[in-house]
């Protein structure tokens, strides 16, 4: 059974002292404990939500990293800093860092296997945009993007890894993809992974869906069986709306 997974990336906003109100106020809203919770502030709250969060069942994530220990890469984060904020996961390749900072597959591999050299599970986010779509090429698309940022790994990292679905075209524009074809991609991306690593190891990664979602079409992709949780954006900046996702039934 692979345990469902709640991701809220705030993307560039709160500051500091906005995100220890906010985490404050989710703590007492989550009533739900079979699943896993993940908050993924901008670097500048990793520290001050790390403190708010001890001793909850919610995880930390953080939004990008350099692939590097340490070194001269000016204003760049090192996985080795993250680890000491308590970071457990960390996104990489979130459409918004491949459109405006020119990340490319491979730079996604590279940061894929320093975060599990690091032991932090990356969340590798893949997703057509709208013209790829159109032409009905979003699946092979995804397909190579998922081979690209897996290219090298063994079945033992590929056990530890988070695979997001999140078309572009559905990533804060309100235009959520239905719930039957987000999992549609999904079962395709998961047929990748059998492919490179066999049916038992696919059978272990979740794979998540991302774009739009929020509190009222959560039930829907969460009635997938294949989709094993979702990565929320906007919707998860008010502690009110992004506790309604955590506690989502079916
Ligand atoms: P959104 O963003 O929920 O605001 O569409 C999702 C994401 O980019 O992870």
């Not at 760049?76 to 390749?93: A, N, T």
């Not at 491949?98 to 894929?112: G, L, M, P």
């Amino acid at each position: 059974m692979r345990k469902k997974v709640i991701a809220g990336n705030w993307k560039m906003n709160k500051t500091a002292s906005e995100a220890k109100v906010f985490v404050e106020n989710l703590i007492p809203l989550i009533n739900k404990d079979d699943r896993e919770v993940i908050l993924i502030p901008p670097f500048t709250s990793l520290m001050i939500v790390s403190e708010k969060i001890r001793g909850t069942n919610i995880k930390l994530g953080a939004q990008n990293m350099h692939w590097e220990k340490e070194g001269a890469f000016t204003g760049e984060i090192s996985p080795l800093m993250l680890l000491d904020l308590g970071i457990q996961y960390v996104i990489i390749g979130h459409s918004e860092r491949r459109q405006h900072f020119y990340e490319s597959d491979e730079i996604v591999n590279k940061k894929v296997k320093s975060a599990l050299s690091f032991g932090i599970k990356p969340i590798i986010c893949v997703g057509e945009d709208l013209k790829i779509r159109e032409e009905g090429r979003a699946e092979e698309f995804v397909e190579e993007q998922v081979k690209g940022a897996l290219e090298g790994l063994t079945s033992e990292n590929v056990r530890e890894i988070i695979i997001a679905y999140e078309p572009i075209w559905a990533i804060g524009t309100g235009k959520n993809a239905t719930g039957s074809d987000a999992n549609r991609i999904i079962v395709k991306i998961r047929e990748v992974v059998t492919r490179l690593y066999g049916k038992e190891i696919s059978e272990t990664v979740r794979i998540l869906y991302g774009g739009s979602v929020n509190s009222k079409n959560i039930k829907e992709f969460m009635s997938f069986e294949d989709i094993d949780g979702a990565l929320v954006g906007g919707a998860s900046l008010k502690a009110d709306e992004f506790s309604k996702i955590v506690n989502y039934e079916v």
